[in-house]
C-alpha cells in the first residue's frame, strides 16, 4: 500500500520569495511520484513526475522536486512565487504494481501574497 | 491538446434523487479512473476501468454507487439515491499506458455535485 503525508494545510509567501510545498510517503515499492495544481472549481493538472530517473525533476511554471529516498520526501520547490501560482497543489504516489492508480494527499493551499 | 470531457460540470439535487456524471476519456487511453474530491481534501479513488473491465471498485459504496463502461470509450457514474454526505466534485481521469506518458493520469474539469 502507498499513502503521502503533506505537512501543512496552507502555505503563504510573498510574491518572489521562495515556495517550498512538502511531501513524504510511504510505499512497499519503488514509487512513481507526481504533483498536481488545482485552480478553483478545475480539475487537476500536472506539474511534474517522479518515474525512478533523475532524482531531481523539473517540471511546469518553474517547479521543480527532488526525489530523497533516504527521507522519503519529495517536496516541491519554486525559486520565485508568482501570484499566479496562488492553488491547490496535491502530491500523489503511484506504486509501481501495473495498477498506477494515484495515492494522494490531502492538500496544501499556496496563498501568495503581494 | 487532447483533454478529458465531463458533463455535467454543475448539479445540484435534493437527497433520494438519482444523479448521473459522463466522462469521455482521450481517445485510446485504455485506463479510466472516477474519483470524488471532498471540499477541502485530495481525490478519493472511487474505481478503475481497464478498457470495459472493473479493475478495482473496493472504495466504491456499491449500495448507492455504480459505474459502467460498456464499449471501452465512455463512462457513466450512478448514484442512487443521493445522500447529503455525496455533495463533492467527481474527477474522471485517463491513462494511456503506454510512451513516455504511461504513468500520467490526464484530468477532466471535474462535476461538483450539491446534494440538499
Known amino acids: 500500500a502507498q499513502s503521502v503525508t503533506q505537512l501543512g494545510s496552507h502555505v503563504s509567501v510573498s510574491e518572489g520569495a521562495l515556495v517550498l510545498l512538502r511531501c513524504n510517503y510511504s510505499s512497499s515499492v519503488p514509487p512513481y511520484l507526481f504533483w498536481y495544481v488545482q485552480y478553483p472549481n478545475q480539475g487537476l493538472q500536472l506539474l511534474l513526475k517522479?518515474?525512478?530517473?533523475?532524482?531531481l525533476v523539473k517540471g511546469i511554471n518553474g517547479f521543480e522536486a527532488e526525489f530523497k529516498k533516504s527521507e522519503t520526501s519529495f517536496h516541491l520547490t519554486k525559486p520565485s512565487a508568482h501570484m499566479s501560482d496562488a492553488a491547490e497543489y496535491f502530491c500523489?504516489?503511484?506504486?509501481?504494481?501495473?495498477?498506477?492508480?494515484?495515492?494522494f494527499g490531502s492538500g496544501t493551499r499556496l496563498q501568495v501574497q503581494p | 491538446e487532447a483533454e478529458v470531457a465531463q458533463s455535467p460540470r454543475y448539479k445540484i439535487t435534493e437527497k433520494s434523487q438519482a444523479v448521473a456524471f459522463w466522462c469521455d476519456p482521450i481517445s485510446g487511453h485504455a485506463t479510466l479512473y472516477w474519483y470524488r474530491q471532498i471540499l477541502g481534501q485530495g481525490p478519493e479513488l472511487l474505481v478503475q476501468?481497464?478498457?470495459?473491465?472493473?479493475?478495482?471498485d473496493s472504495q466504491l459504496p456499491k449500495d448507492r454507487f455504480s459505474a459502467e463502461r460498456l464499449k471501452g470509450v465512455d463512462s457513466t457514474l450512478k448514484i442512487q439515491p443521493a445522500e447529503l454526505g455525496d455533495s463533492a466534485m467527481y474527477l474522471c481521469?485517463?491513462?494511456?499506458?503506454?510512451?513516455?506518458?504511461?504513468?500520467?493520469?490526464?484530468f477532466g474539469a471535474g462535476s461538483r455535485l450539491t446534494v440538499l
Open positions: 476501468f481497464q478498457d470495459e473491465s472493473v479493475v478495482d
Open positions: 481521469a485517463s491513462r494511456s499506458g503506454q510512451g513516455n506518458g504511461a504513468n500520467v493520469l490526464t
Open positions: 517522479y518515474t525512478s530517473a533523475a532524482t
Open positions: 500523489a504516489v503511484s506504486g509501481d504494481t501495473g495498477r498506477r492508480a494515484l495515492t
